[in-house]
């Protein structure tokens, strides 16, 4: 199998998104943080790119607005669309201000790599394939950096990132970039765009065999499926508002099928609400009419002596079911001395098994 970071977290997330994503290949529209943080990254690559010398500041800004000119029709919302567009012109001012590119020894941008693993068990080789936004290296300990540029507001602890499957995957992409690297001479790093803030970790090799493992144990989970023919079910989370798929998702498409009842908003809602309580209540009251009147009928049949009786509309008939009670009280009472009896005869038998290993002692 060939795969990625971003369609293994995709399965262990939703496997049904997986499978409408990456088997059956169906496209959906992007939305608008996904097309904000595209065009960010490219206008990162951008000022980044020695051709030959670095691009000033001005030259980054008419970069990312000739490319938001490209992409703002995909917005559907133009308050939104402005909303973006003016975060994006912030973060770049401000990165470049604090990261001018001539400060840094940048050897690689969007580094793509592949990763072949082979599978212990049954000799399969898969490829793991990603992009690196960006490889730094320090001249004075030869030691390089894998850096992630992230537009996402919320920043993860530190014990997330150690264990963070799209840094470890990179690491090994590095790794089999250029054999020569040492793991510890790797650093890993998320840079948050938003906050201006880096968090930085590293991988062990132990870890690394461990990324391995989980790899292709969710690889040979995901090709069982496949060859067995087994659902990929959906797996609703706060995930699902930013998810292309919604409407086909049985989780959630019965919200947008088109309905007899058209629902719009709360004022379409109000009088279908009312209606619900008045028939409940209508409903409540004829269980309370057909009690009263099964009695009579009942109490007619207990003078006659019949099992069933005959009208007009049809015919009724009862039948007599057996109930089996049992009296709680005493069971409960059976039960203390059943456990009582168990408990004495297995202390009995722990005290006869102590004697016996003091005597061998003795």
């Not at 369609?7 to 097309?35: G, N, S």
């Not at 919302?77 to 001539?102: A, R, V």
């Not at 590095?174 to 930085?200: A, M």
């Amino acid at each position: 199998m060939r795969t990625s970071y971003s369609a293994l977290d995709t399965y262990k997330k939703c496997p049904l998104k997986f499978k409408y994503q990456q088997l059956d290949k169906i496209k959906v529209p992007k939305i608008p943080e996904a097309i904000y943080g595209a065009i960010i990254h490219d206008a990162l690559k951008y000022m980044f790119e020695k051709n030959p010398i670095y691009p000033t500041i001005d030259e980054v800004m008419d970069f990312f607005r000739n490319k938001w000119e490209e992409k703002k029709v995909l917005f559907k919302n133009p308050e939104e669309e402005k909303i973006y567009f003016e975060d994006g012109i912030s973060i770049l001012k401000k990165f470049y201000k604090t990261n001018p590119p001539w400060n840094f020894n940048t050897v690689d941008i969007e580094s793509r790599f592949e990763v072949e693993l082979e599978d212990p068990k049954n000799k399969e080789k898969h490829i793991l394939v990603g992009i690196i936004d960006r490889i730094d290296k320090n001249p004075e300990d030869e030691s390089y950096e894998i850096i992630d540029y992230k537009t996402a507001r919320k920043m993860p602890s530190q014990d997330i990132l150690d264990n963070n499957l799209q840094m470890s995957i990179y690491h090994l992409g590095l790794i089999k970039k250029w054999p020569h690297l040492s793991s510890r001479n790797i650093k890993i790093t998320l840079y948050f765009l938003k906050h201006g803030e880096k968090i930085s970790t590293f991988r062990s090799e132990e870890k690394l065999e461990g990324t391995k493992k989980f790899v292709l144990d969710t690889i040979n989970e995901i090709e069982k499926k496949i060859k067995d023919n087994y659902e990929f079910p959906p797996t609703p989370s706060p995930l699902c508002d930013w998810c292309g798929y919604k409407k086909m998702c049985p989780m959630w498409k019965h919200l947008y099928q088109d309905q007899k009842l058209k629902i719009k908003d709360q004022k379409d809602i109000e009088p279908i609400i009312k209606e619900y309580f008045e028939l409940k209540a209508q409903n409540e009251k004829n269980s309370d009419r057909l009690d009263e009147l099964k009695t009579v009928i009942y109490g007619f049949m207990d003078n006659e002596k019949v099992d069933r009786v005959f009208g007009s509309e049809g015919y009724l008939t009862r039948k007599i079911q057996e109930r089996v009670s049992y009296d709680m009280k005493k069971i409960k009472d059976i039960l203390k001395e059943k456990i009582s009896d168990f408990i004495t005869k297995k202390q009995f038998t722990t005290l006869v098994a102590s004697k016996k290993k003091m005597k061998k002692e003795k």
